[in-house]
């Protein structure tokens, strides 16, 4: 990266269950959550991605430099997103935690640096915010259960509905 050396790997798509081989421009490498990723433009598909470093299988630095597009903004990046996800469509998100998991959402720092938070009668705790992926967001909600609600979109509603239902086929 300090070198701005393009770079070859072999990687692993957890989503799809493929390995493919990478040509990537490497901007950026960053520790998010005690995991590392590496952020840069994949030169075949010309687009920048997240990739998860744990996945790159084999690495060979490439004498090939790159420079930096004058307009990428890293910190702008990483805030579309939700956590290391992101997508292309930008989705308003409002969640509404009940008064027992609220009393924890409280105590953290802000989930993502769009959110806005709200006070709600009965203890309950609104957080909006905007984000580019639902899939991340997805899994986030999920694991509160039913201590909360998604109010906005309908996409991750129905996201989540389908989940549920799939879930309900192990436990009747």
Known sequence: IAQKLCIDMVYFTASSGSI???????????????E??????????????????????????????????????LKKYLEDGFSMFRGEKLFNVELI????QARWIRERAPLHPSEQREELPN????ISLQVTTLDSIKRF??????????IKPVELQQEI???????QKFYQ
């Open 20 to 34: 493919n081989g990478r040509e990537v421009a490497p901007y950026h490498l960053r520790n998010f959550q005690g």
């Open 36 to 73: 590392w990723y590496l952020i840069g433009l994949d030169l075949r598909k010309e687009k920048i991605l997240v990739f998860h470093a744990a996945r790159i299988r084999e690495l060979k630095l490439l004498e090939k430099q790159f420079t930096y597009p004058p307009d990428f903004d």
């Open 97 to 100: 935690f009940d008064e027992y």
């Open 123 to 126: 203890q309950q705790l609104k």
């Open 141 to 150: 909600v999920m694991q509160y259960g039913s201590h909360v609600q998604v």
């Open 161 to 167: 509905l389908q989940e549920i239902t799939q879930m």
